[in-house]
């Protein structure tokens, strides 16, 4: 029987209960398919880091390399320095694993409605590309006397022709096998050095791919046509601290952030690649069985996907597309259900 060998990451807040709600579905999925996946759990994450000190174990990285992919809820905790769930957790897997894709599909489940009142599902129907591994995030900078009236604060971008190249290659292919029609998420009339040379050998990418239909937009009118015009986007390429603050508003609107799944991706799978919802850990309602399982689902389907099980990952797909059509509803979307019931109707669906 297929095997697949999965690191379940809980990470903290809603993890603890939208993560085993995914596991169980996976499980079901895979019964339906012929296929097994063998979970190791991991309690990592913010919560790890008051106990321990760290985020993850020193070999950490050591262990989840063994795995075929990584399924991870989220980090961060009220009690925990916030700058440090990203530096030490996600964006520390995310970039010794090379998972310089991060694959964020925007798409109107059947039965929801969006907040914008005249789109339907053939309008909202696209996919972020976010640079996962440089530009913004690098966190070179430092802050210089910080207490004192000299105090200063420098956070620098790095963009490099390989890390661009890679992340578009990957964009063109996925926009022709789409709707072939690529939008560069940019704003290089202002910052005029790293995302002028981002412009440039998007650019040049472009060349490869004359079937594509290829434009560049800044991200200000950007964020306007995503709520007037989403009909517009097909594949969305953009940067690291652009794709992360579009992929928020993408969220919204299909209707709530606990919709969104994503896969941060190694496209040549010398790494695993890891799987998450794309929202964070959510204090203010953890632990109360209230949150939306959907993100975290489509992340499975997004990763069985990634794993060449096609059908099971349709079929996930399919089944949460069911239970949408229903009338359950997590409090997000305006109604009480609860995770476990939703999570429970999309097994009962597959
Ligand atoms: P958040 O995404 O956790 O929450 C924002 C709002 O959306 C909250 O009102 C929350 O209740 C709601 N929400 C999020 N997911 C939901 C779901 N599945 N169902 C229903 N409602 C949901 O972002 P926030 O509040 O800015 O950050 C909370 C913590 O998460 C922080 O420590 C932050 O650093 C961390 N974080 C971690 C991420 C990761 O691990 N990849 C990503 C984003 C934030
Ligand atoms: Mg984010």
Redesign the pocket.
Known sequence: MRTYKIAAIF?D??GHE?VPAGMEVLNGVAAKHNFQIEWESYHWGAGYYEQHGVFLPEDGLEILRRFDAIYFG????PSVD?TL??KLF?NFVRTHFEQYVNYRPVKLFDGLQSPLRNKNQTDIDFVIIRENNEGEFVQTGRQLYPGFTEGLAIDTSIFTRKGIERVAHYAFKLAQKRRKNLVNVTKSNTLINTLAFWDKIIGEVAAHYPDVKYTKMYVDAVSANFVLHPEYFDVVLTTNMIGDILSDLGGAIMG???LGGSGNINPEKTFPSMF??I???????AGQNR??PI?QLWSGALMLEHLGEENAANDIMKAINMVTSGPLR???LGGNSSTRAVAQAVLEAL
């Not at 989220?74 to 905790?77: D, I, K, P, S």
């Not at 929202?279 to 309602?285: E, L, R």
């Open positions: 990470g807040g809603i939208i989220a980090v961060g905790l916030d769930p990203f996600t709530s952030l606990g998450e919802p929202h964070g850990s959510a204090p203010d309602i949150a939306n993100g997590t409090a997000d």
